[in-house]
């Protein structure tokens, strides 16, 4: 496992590329934000303290990281960027 000043800034990482990801979709999105209003979208401050807060590392990482697009980036990143032996990659269910 990382150690927790590697881990927030892999959990920084990722929200930066989810971000940048986010803003890619911008202009499209904006064309379909008439139309539907059930997307919700973090404020910045909420977004921030999501990544930086302290967690329990016995939790889960689907109730550590409450946006479903967060948590799904971290697990991906954290399996493509942290060696894991076959068979034992961390899923949205493994503790944080």
Do not use: C, W
């Not at 990722?14 to 059930?38: F, K, W």
Request: without cysteine; proline residues 6%.
């Amino acid at each position: 496992m990382l150690d927790k000043q590697s881990m927030r800034l892999l959990i920084k990482l990722i929200g930066i590329m989810s971000l940048g990801l986010i803003m890619l979709t911008v202009p499209h999105s904006t064309a379909q934000a008439a139309t539907t209003d059930s997307d919700t979208t973090l404020t910045d401050q909420e977004f921030e303290r999501q990544i930086t807060a302290d967690v329990d590392p016995d939790r889960p990482i689907r109730e550590v990281l409450p946006d479903p697009v967060i948590a799904s980036h971290f697990v991906d990143s954290y399996n493509y960027y942290v060696y894991s032996p076959a068979g034992q990659e961390v899923t949205l269910d493994s503790n944080y």
